[in-house]
């Protein structure tokens, strides 16, 4: 997917790519009277919000589990890791377009670009995340030892995930609709997958639908991590995997092919 001499490229690069991500961290907080507090208070909020209201306002349990979090913690395994997914796909296919100055007026990896969205991502994902490992260890909810099995899970949302993204950022350049269009289905996206719902409580028929849906399995994977503390199903995640790696190789042949005429459109 990636040639030796792209990669030494970016190696090369890694100055410029480290910079970008600082610059994007200090921009975004910029003028902020609590500055980088932002990072750890907006997530915070989110975590105290599902708590205090899912777990004991609205006292929603999660059937099979006999915890006062456990709804709680699966509607945060889900809409964590589905933002990841969101975030790179949203960044990714507006990363060309939103750096058309730099791309016509500096000589560097155009790869490049995806790796800063994929970075800035997980270090968002990174600390909000780490707040919630925080919340899991204090109210005794830590699934232990199988808490590992979420890098490989993570691992193919982030393959999926620039896949599609580096597909729709060439694309987008050439149609902008793809890019609006996107953004629709990805909010149909979210409600079709078992994030802020258990699939048991779908109709049969729904349910053997959401089964074509590729982001289920790796939220579902997620879930049954964090909330029951085992392994995920690895084989209902090989389906998502096999199209992780065909989107990122459609997206490296688009990039490839198209790299000379998007600087023309931009």
Known sequence: MISSAMLSGVWRYRGFISGSLKREFQSKYRNSLLGATWTVLNPLAMIVVYTVIFAQVMHSRLQGVDSTFAYSIYLCAGVLTWGLFAEITGRAQTVFLENANLIKKLQFPRICLPIIVVLNALLNFA????????????????????????????????????????????????????????????????????????????????????????????????????????????????????????????????????????????
């Not at 030892?145 to 890098?151: E, N, T």
């Not at 289905?185 to 079709?192: G, I, S, Y």
């Open 127 to 266: 600390i909000i995340f780490g707040l919630f490992t925080i919340f899991l260890v204090t109210t005794d909810n830590f699934p232990g030892w199988v808490f590992l099995a979420l890098a490989p899970v993570l691992l193919v949302l982030i393959l999926f995930a620039i896949g599609i993204g580096m597909v729709l950022g060439v694309l987008n350049v050439f149609f902008r609709d793809v890019g609006q269009f996107f953004t629709i289905l990805l909010q149909f996206w979210f409600w079709f997958t078992p994030i802020v719902y258990s699939p048991s409580i779908l109709p049969e028929g729904v349910r053997d639908l959401v089964k074509y849906n590729p982001m289920a399995p790796v939220i579902m994977a997620c879930q049954s991590i964090l909330v029951h503390g085992r392994m995920p199903d690895w084989e209902s995640l090989l389906p998502v995997t096999v199209l992780a790696v065909v989107f990122c190789v459609l997206g490296m042949h688009l990039f490839r092919k198209r790299a000379g005429e998007m600087v023309d459109e931009l």
